[in-house]
């Protein structure tokens, strides 16, 4: 009972008043900031780094995981309200959310996002303080091939996934994969589709074509409609808070979800946008009603958001234990354990135990931290809403413009933001998906350069593919998921398989 | 956003008591990296230090800090206080995507630090030494793969520069880039890949743990508290170390070059900027004026040669 006795001396710690106030500030913080479009987790954290360089290492280090979860947070209330996903993790997120909002469920949404959340750190931090150690040697066992077999089979649970049209859904993807294709080449540094611009050399920022798909994109649709407009926004219908039924369909997604995004964030290049796609995915294929979906079904917000949070604490696997950062919220957090001259790897578990399980015992301490701060806030977040639609579309075309400049001050990328605006716009209106344009702008350098490393290390060898364990398992998965329907659809089984396919153009 | 305004506000606030040696610090790449390190410690430095009033740290992250110097000689010259920070990864990075703006087209002031890079290999590698692992190279280029750093970038040059000293035709090394040195760490642990080559502190912790076998170094000295040779007295004519320097505006008449340079050189003296280099564990590898524009001249061209052996500079 070693772990279990030290992660309750780090809570005995983390639960000094003082400490606590330092939780609810960096939450706050973290939230208030997070909430801007645009800034995701990542920069919040750098942001507010310097706040804490004049604490002691117990209170930066809480403050900091508050920063941490409160910024996870706040990206996720942007994409459910304002259709504004403020992080590549939270994309998925305004897909069913926005819709829920819409229909005057944005109290539910929210509620869910949060609660599922808390679970999901819950289970997820449980996870980093008892199997980090087992986690991380599976993590390692994951070479290039693995990971390019990861994504082959992102590509397929999520092509299917979206939209009515399978057809329409892969013209959106490799929209996506094309724009992927912009800017230096990671393997040869050899600069592509540039056409001389160098603000184009780093490729398209994420976050910008994000939040130009969905958010510029939504308000030109929604301008270019006129008044007559069918689906008039209504800020709450019913009550704010989660029905029973509510209750019952998300506690799965919740459960499966934290699964799903906790050991794919240990994967020292797994990326948390991957758990939510997945998520997305299977809670797609195991909903009781999936036609409700991309109509505002709740299980594709409780899913996703509870593996984005969970796949936030599966990062501090290879952080802690290796050294490894692999996002860049891991990279910064870093910078912080450097501060006070720590270095996380292999030896921080056996030469600074107390700081350690102090900074788990903080993470729970800001996720419960973040329930309080944020459940009564939903309520005053849905009112956000009722705001006349002209105004909250020029409130949202405002911060999506200020939250791209400010987070790359550049005219350059402004002019994209507004470029892929009216792309969005044209998309909606002949009915393309918008979410896979930017699920292949995330995924497509990934597969691309861990393909390229794997033929690379092999020496052109394409059978490498296919030769360890993990790569076979994971395209043969891959290969079910994409035979298995087509099967099913010949017999005339599956009704929801064949109603995609029937809608095919 | 939030940056933006504050920093509108500071500035504000601070630009009613206009103080002379007021800096403004660029540094090229996004907040939380080594420039940007860099460029907030001068910042700490030269204001703890009553050096400059106020020093504003101004991010433009792009293109291995290209997109930071395109901006940053095209709008400051003649600036006395402007400044700009880069490094070595800005050498090769200019050259590998063709940036029409250069390092000729500031000035530079002062080389600050510098990490010499280190070769590895998994624990349960056979390879024991560096001379080992120079004869699998030897004997089938292809066949060792490295993982480091992006391309064309510090680790791949000192491959590069490495098979070049042994004989091998640099064109055939296999070297695969990885976005960081954490991802390169991962693949090095899992033993995907048959050596490593980073930074030194990037590694370090993982030697002192026993997964990896540090086989050499690229400083010209052995390094204190690391057991292992250099890759000179190895027998390889290979020194490289990845600096970060700090540069002024171009166009600088010689009496603010002058005073910048006065200036830099009381930082790098000072008290708080060694201590910061102290728990950075950063190496001080003060290098000023004339001196360090020399050279920065030798470099610009080894790194060019070495880029167009191993085939990223046409």
Same mark, same amino acid.
């Given at each position: 009972?070693?772990?279990?006795?030290?992660?309750?001396?780090?809570?005995?710690?983390?639960?000094?008043?003082?400490?606590?106030?330092?939780?609810?500030?960096?939450?706050?913080?973290?939230?208030?900031?997070?909430?801007?479009?645009?800034?995701?987790?990542?920069?919040?954290?750098?942001?507010?780094?310097?706040?804490?360089?004049?604490?002691?290492?117990?209170?930066?280090?809480?403050?900091?995981?508050?920063?941490?979860?409160?910024?996870?947070?706040?990206?996720?209330?942007?994409?459910?309200?304002?259709?504004?996903?403020?992080?590549?993790?939270?994309?998925?997120?305004?897909?069913?959310?926005?819709?829920?909002?819409?229909?005057?469920?944005?109290?539910?949404?929210?509620?869910?996002?949060?609660?599922?959340?808390?679970?999901?750190?819950?289970?997820?931090?449980?996870?980093?303080?008892?199997?980090?150690?087992?986690?991380?040697?599976?993590?390692?066992?994951?070479?290039?091939?693995?990971?390019?077999?990861?994504?082959?089979?992102?590509?397929?649970?999520?092509?299917?996934?979206?939209?009515?049209?399978?057809?329409?859904?892969?013209?959106?993807?490799?929209?996506?994969?094309?724009?992927?294709?912009?800017?230096?080449?990671?393997?040869?540094?050899?600069?592509?589709?540039?056409?001389?611009?160098?603000?184009?050399?780093?490729?398209?920022?994420?976050?910008?074509?994000?939040?130009?798909?969905?958010?510029?994109?939504?308000?030109?649709?929604?301008?270019?409609?006129?008044?007559?407009?069918?689906?008039?926004?209504?800020?709450?219908?019913?009550?704010?808070?989660?029905?029973?039924?509510?209750?019952?369909?998300?506690?799965?997604?919740?459960?499966?979800?934290?699964?799903?995004?906790?050991?794919?964030?240990?994967?020292?290049?797994?990326?948390?946008?991957?758990?939510?796609?997945?998520?997305?995915?299977?809670?797609?294929?195991?909903?009781?009603?999936?036609?409700?979906?991309?109509?505002?079904?709740?299980?594709?917000?409780?899913?996703?958001?509870?593996?984005?949070?969970?796949?936030?604490?599966?990062?501090?696997?290879?952080?802690?234990?290796?050294?490894?950062?692999?996002?860049?919220?891991?990279?910064?957090?870093?910078?912080?354990?450097?501060?006070?001259?720590?270095?996380?790897?292999?030896?921080?578990?056996?030469?600074?135990?107390?700081?350690?399980?102090?900074?788990?015992?903080?993470?729970?301490?800001?996720?419960?931290?973040?329930?309080?701060?944020?459940?009564?806030?939903?309520?005053?977040?849905?009112?956000?809403?009722?705001?006349?639609?002209?105004?909250?579309?020029?409130?949202?075309?405002?911060?999506?413009?200020?939250?791209?400049?400010?987070?790359?001050?550049?005219?350059?990328?402004?002019?994209?933001?507004?470029?892929?605006?009216?792309?969005?716009?044209?998309?909606?209106?002949?009915?393309?998906?918008?979410?896979?344009?930017?699920?292949?702008?995330?995924?497509?350098?990934?597969?691309?350069?861990?393909?390229?490393?794997?033929?690379?290390?092999?020496?052109?060898?394409?059978?490498?593919?296919?030769?360890?364990?993990?790569?076979?398992?994971?395209?043969?998965?891959?290969a079910l998921a994409l035979v298995v329907p087509m099967i099913l659809r010949s017999r005339g089984r599956g009704r929801v398989l064949a109603q995609v396919a029937s809608?095919?153009? | 956003?939030?940056?933006?305004?504050?920093?509108?506000?500071?500035?504000?606030?601070?630009?009613?008591?206009?103080?002379?040696?007021?800096?403004?610090?660029?540094?090229?790449?996004?907040?939380?990296?080594?420039?940007?390190?860099?460029?907030?410690?001068?910042?700490?430095?030269?204001?703890?230090?009553?050096?400059?009033?106020?020093?504003?740290?101004?991010?433009?992250?792009?293109?291995?800090?290209?997109?930071?110097?395109?901006?940053?000689?095209?709008?400051?010259?003649?600036?006395?206080?402007?400044?700009?920070?880069?490094?070595?990864?800005?050498?090769?990075?200019?050259?590998?995507?063709?940036?029409?703006?250069?390092?000729?087209?500031?000035?530079?002031?002062?080389?600050?630090?510098?990490?010499?890079?280190?070769?590895?290999?998994?624990?349960?590698?056979?390879?024991?030494?560096?001379?080992?692992?120079? $004869? %699998? !190279?030897? #004997?089938?280029? +292809?066949?060792?793969?490295? @993982? &480091?750093? *992006?391309?064309? =970038?510090?680790?791949?040059?000192?491959?590069?520069?490495?098979?070049?000293?042994?004989?091998?035709?640099?064109?055939?090394?296999?070297?695969?880039?990885?976005?960081?040195?954490? $991802? %390169? !760490?991962? #693949?090095?642990? +899992?033993?995907?890949?048959? @050596? &490593?080559? *980073?930074?030194? =502190?990037?590694?370090?912790?993982?030697?002192?743990?026993?997964?990896?076998?540090?086989?050499?170094?690229?400083?010209?000295?052995?390094?204190?508290?690391?057991?292992?040779?250099?890759? %000179?007295?190895?027998?390889?004519?290979?020194?490289?170390?990845?600096?970060?320097?700090?540069?002024?505006?171009?166009?600088?008449?010689?009496?603010?070059?002058?005073?910048?340079?006065?200036?830099?050189?009381?930082?790098?003296?000072?008290?708080?900027?060694?201590?910061?280099?102290?728990?950075?564990?950063?190496?001080?590898?003060?290098?000023?004026?004339?001196?360090?524009?020399?050279?920065?001249?030798?470099?610009?061209?080894?790194?060019?040669?070495?880029?167009?052996?191993?085939?990223?500079?046409?």
């Amino acid at each position: 009972m070693g772990t279990f006795d030290l992660l309750l001396q780090g809570l005995a710690a983390a639960l000094d008043p003082m400490l606590l106030l330092y939780a609810l500030i960096g939450v706050t913080l973290g939230t208030a900031v997070g909430v801007l479009p645009g800034i995701g987790p990542a920069l919040t954290v750098a942001l507010l780094l310097p706040v804490t360089y004049g604490l002691d290492p117990a209170g930066s280090l809480i403050m900091f995981a508050g920063i941490y979860y409160g910024g996870m947070y706040g990206g996720s209330t942007t994409s459910i309200l304002l259709n504004t996903p403020g992080e590549s993790a939270s994309v998925i997120t305004a897909l069913e959310g926005n819709r829920m909002a819409r229909a005057g469920r944005g109290g539910p949404a929210l509620a869910t996002a949060a609660i599922g959340s808390f679970v999901a750190g819950l289970i997820a931090t449980l996870g980093l303080a008892f199997l980090a150690p087992w986690v991380v040697k599976f993590a390692l066992v994951f070479g290039p091939r693995d990971y390019f077999a990861l994504m082959v089979l992102a590509f397929i649970t999520v092509s299917s996934a979206f939209g009515d049209s399978t057809l329409r859904g892969l013209t959106s993807l490799f929209v996506g994969l094309a724009l992927a294709c912009v800017g230096i080449d990671q393997l040869t540094g050899q600069a592509r589709l540039h056409f001389g611009v160098p603000q184009l050399l780093d490729g398209i920022e994420v976050t910008t074509l994000a939040v130009a798909m969905f958010a510029v994109g939504e308000a030109l649709f929604v301008a270019g409609r006129g008044n007559g407009a069918p689906d008039e926004v209504i800020a709450v219908r019913g009550s704010v808070w989660m029905t029973r039924a509510d209750w019952a369909r998300s506690w799965r997604p919740w459960l499966r979800g934290s699964f799903i995004g906790f050991p794919i964030g240990a994967l020292p290049a797994g990326g948390a946008e991957i758990g939510t796609f997945l998520s997305y995915a299977a809670e797609k294929r195991l909903a009781r009603h999936p036609e409700e979906f991309g109509q505002g079904a709740i299980e594709g917000v409780a899913g996703p958001e509870a593996a984005n949070n969970a796949s936030a604490a599966g990062t501090l696997v290879p952080l802690l234990t290796l050294g490894l950062p692999s996002t860049a919220t891991a990279a910064i957090m870093l910078a912080g354990f450097q501060q006070f001259g720590l270095q996380p790897g292999p030896l921080l578990f056996a030469t600074n135990p107390q700081l350690v399980w102090s900074l788990i015992a903080s993470l729970l301490v800001a996720n419960a931290m973040l329930l309080v701060l944020n459940l009564p806030l939903v309520g005053l977040w849905v009112r956000l809403l009722t705001i006349p639609r002209p105004w909250l579309y020029a409130g949202i075309l405002l911060f999506a413009t200020l939250g791209t400049i400010g987070a790359n001050p550049s005219p350059v990328e402004l002019a994209m933001l507004l470029a892929f605006g009216v792309m969005g716009y044209g998309m909606r209106l002949y009915g393309y998906p918008i979410a896979p344009v930017v699920v292949g702008l995330i995924l497509g350098p990934m597969a691309e350069q861990q393909l390229r490393r794997a033929l690379s290390i092999a020496q052109g060898d394409v059978t490498t593919l296919v030769s360890s364990p993990v790569s076979a398992g994971l395209l043969a998965v891959a290969a079910l998921a994409l035979v298995v329907p087509m099967i099913l659809r010949s017999r005339g089984r599956g009704r929801v398989l064949a109603q995609v396919a029937s809608d095919a153009d | 956003m939030k940056r933006f305004i504050l920093g509108g506000a500071l500035a504000a606030v601070l630009a009613l008591p206009a103080l002379a040696a007021d800096y403004t610090i660029m540094a090229p790449a996004g907040p939380g990296g080594g420039w940007d390190q860099t460029a907030r410690t001068m910042q700490d430095a030269l204001q703890k230090e009553g050096i400059s009033g106020s020093v504003q740290v101004q991010n433009v992250p792009g293109a291995g800090g290209t997109v930071g110097l395109a901006q940053f000689a095209a709008s400051t010259a003649g600036k006395a206080d402007q400044l700009i920070v880069g490094g070595y990864v800005m050498v090769g990075a200019i050259l590998t995507n063709n940036s029409p703006v250069t390092l000729k087209d500031i000035t530079p002031v002062a080389r600050l630090t510098g990490e010499a890079v280190a070769i590895v290999v998994p624990a349960a590698s056979p390879l024991q030494t560096i001379g080992d692992l120079v $004869e %699998a !190279l030897k #004997a089938d280029p +292809g066949a060792v793969s490295w @993982a &480091g750093g *992006s391309a064309g =970038g510090v680790d791949h040059i000192t491959v590069g520069l490495l098979a070049k000293a042994a004989g091998v035709d640099p064109t055939r090394i296999n070297y695969v880039a990885f976005s960081g040195g954490g $991802e %390169a !760490l991962a #693949a090095i642990l +899992g033993n995907q890949v048959t @050596a &490593g080559i *980073s930074g030194v =502190g990037e590694f370090l912790p993982q030697v002192q743990a026993g997964t990896m076998r540090l086989l050499a170094v690229s400083s010209d000295a052995r390094l204190p508290g690391v057991d292992a040779p250099t890759l %000179a007295e190895s027998g390889y004519d290979v020194v490289v170390q990845n600096w970060r320097m700090v540069a002024a505006a171009p166009g600088l008449s010689e009496a603010d070059r002058a005073a910048v340079l006065a200036d830099i050189e009381k930082m790098a003296q000072s008290a708080t900027w060694k201590e910061a280099l102290a728990t950075k564990g950063w190496a001080d590898t003060y290098l000023a004026g004339d001196a360090f524009a020399a050279q920065l001249d030798k470099e610009i061209a080894a790194t060019e040669a070495v880029l167009r052996d191993i085939g990223l500079v046409k």
